[in-house]
T-cell receptor, first 115, second 115 residues
Framework: DAGVIQSPRHEVTEMGQEVTLRCKPI?????LFWYRQTMMRGLELLIY????????DSGMPEDRFSAKMPNASFSTLKIQPSEPRDSAVYFC?????????????FGEGSRLTVL | AQKVTQAQTEISVVEKEDVTLDCVYE???????LFWYKQPPSGELVFLIR??????QNEISGRYSWNFQKSTSSFNFTITASQVVDSAVYFC????????????FGAGTRLFVKA
């Protein structure tokens, strides 16, 4: 079975450019999470969706960040304009249907470097 | 407030030694769920175990064991006879029924196992 699929795996961009990270959750999972991992701040929850609806976006750092989930099989995290401090590994994770307290299944992450 | 503390930033052991990774959590909820995840050098996060707050029974899975003690709000993880392949960052995590079922991660403990 395919796991959570993220793209791109690596992105290098220049400050000011728009960045779009993509995620395909595991089929049948109805909760999707975006996390950011840095050495300084560890794993931070940015936003999560239940049934394609954003439930909590309190972790989104600022208006430059936005996330969408147009359907059950696809989500995007967009940064516009990007800044060097956005450099991090961004993880997408999904959780199985009907299990709000179940384990998360993570993608391999998208490593973003903003120069 | 809910919080997960992993006080050990890094631990270094020699192969075949036993090692315990500490996790202390804070919550006023009576129902909650605790997790351990492993992040090997390849970067993906892998689920290891889930425990609910009503089940204090310790668990053993091969060389891994977990000690859950509500009296001290701890959920410690022990690796017996460590191996080089155990080298990774290990995260403890918490889900509350309140707070929208967000998964809250500790800062992680980096384990080095030397041959």
């Amino acid at each position: 079975d395919a796991g959570v699929i993220q793209s791109p795996r690596h992105e290098v961009t220049e400050m000011g450019q728009e960045v779009t990270l993509r995620c395909k959750p595991i089929s049948g999972h109805n909760s999707l999470f975006w996390y950011r991992q840095t050495m300084m701040r560890g794993l931070e929850l940015l936003i999560y969706f239940n049934n394609n609806v954003p439930i909590d976006d309190s972790g989104m750092p600022e208006d430059r960040f936005s996330a969408k989930m147009p359907n059950a099989s696809f989500s995007t995290l967009k940064i516009q304009p990007s800044e060097p401090r956005d450099s991090a590994v961004y993880f997408c994770a999904s959780r199985t249907q009907g299990s709000n307290t179940g384990e998360l299944f993570f993608g391999e992450g998208s490593r973003l470097t903003v120069l | 407030a809910q919080k997960v503390t992993q006080a050990q930033t890094e631990i270094s052991v020699v192969e075949k030694e036993d090692v315990t990774l500490d996790c202390v959590y804070e919550t006023r909820d009576t129902t909650y769920y605790l997790f351990w995840y492993k992040q090997p050098p390849s970067g993906e996060l892998v689920f290891l175990i889930r425990r609910n707050s009503f089940d204090e029974q310790n668990e053993i899975s091969g060389r891994y064991s977990w000690n859950f003690q509500k009296s001290t709000s701890s959920f410690n993880f022990t690796i017996t006879a460590s191996q080089v392949v155990d080298s990774a960052v290990y995260f403890c995590a918490l889900i509350l029924n309140t707070g929208g079922f967000k998964t809250i991660f500790g800062a992680g403990t980096r384990l080095f196992v030397k041959a």
